[in-house]
């Protein structure tokens, strides 16, 4: 049995770190776990699609592009995005962009469909209308999520960061200092628990 898996987002996807001169996605950890907890009885193949920079809006057309082209019949969608958008684009068209990504994936993949929260990092304590901006677009797509009927496949799931250990307000400094590269991206370790937390959502929706 094989299961397909395509983690669609920005540089937090691709796994930014040092600059960019070296890169950790977390989906190198989803995989681990995955391959540990299901152990020879299932075969994972994940796709990780990030590029550094990029708008939800030019995320949602490479998704619209991926899903006409490739052969590939994937079972689980993550999406992860957001942070590039907040200076430029309102709340609602960031929520909108993401949660199109969701309505896309629904329609292309058959077990489930992840929506990360967007990050909260540095920029957040500095500015408080980044900050409200990006905690308004978060409050938009958990009630999206909330909306949809749970029963329906693939099914949608909205995982809040901040409830996986990576809020950067509730770190002190060393914690901030192990997780946090730049305070914007994560060093590996972030990574891996971010690998981690999207493993705990879609462990369930896998069945041998």
């Known amino acids: 049995m094989s299961i ?10 691709r796994g930014y770190y040092d600059h960019g001169w070296k890169h950790h996605p977390y989906s190198r950890k989803l995989g681990e776990l995955l391959k540990d907890h299901f152990h020879s009885s299932i075969t994972f193949n994940i796709t990780t699609q990030g590029i550094n920079g990029e708008t939800t809006a030019s995320m949602l057309k490479r998704l619209e592009k ?8 994937y079972d689980c969608l993550v999406v992860l995005g957001g942070l590039n958008d907040l200076g430029d684009e309102t709340p609602d068209l960031i929520a909108q962009n993401l949660c199109d990504m969701v309505v896309l994936g629904r329609k292309n993949v058959k077990n489930s469909c992840v929506l990360i929260s967007v990050p909260n990092c540095y920029p957040d304590r ?14 938009r797509l958990k009630e999206y999520v909330d909306k949809q009927n749970g029963s329906l496949t693939p099914r949608v799931h909205f995982l809040d960061l901040t409830e996986h250990g990576l809020d950067f307000f509730a770190m002190d400094d060393k914690q901030r200092s192990l997780i946090y590269d730049d305070n914007i991206h ?23």
């Open 66 to 73: 991926t899903f006409s082209e490739t052969k590939t019949k």
């Open 186 to 208: 994560y060093t590996p370790e972030g990574y891996d628990l971010l690998g981690s937390a999207v493993f705990n959502v879609l462990k369930s929706d896998i069945s041998v």
């Open 126 to 139: 500095s500015y408080s209308k980044y900050r409200e901006a990006k905690d308004a677009v978060n409050k």
């Open 4 to 13: 397909s898996i395509l983690c669609h987002g920005d540089s937090i996807t």
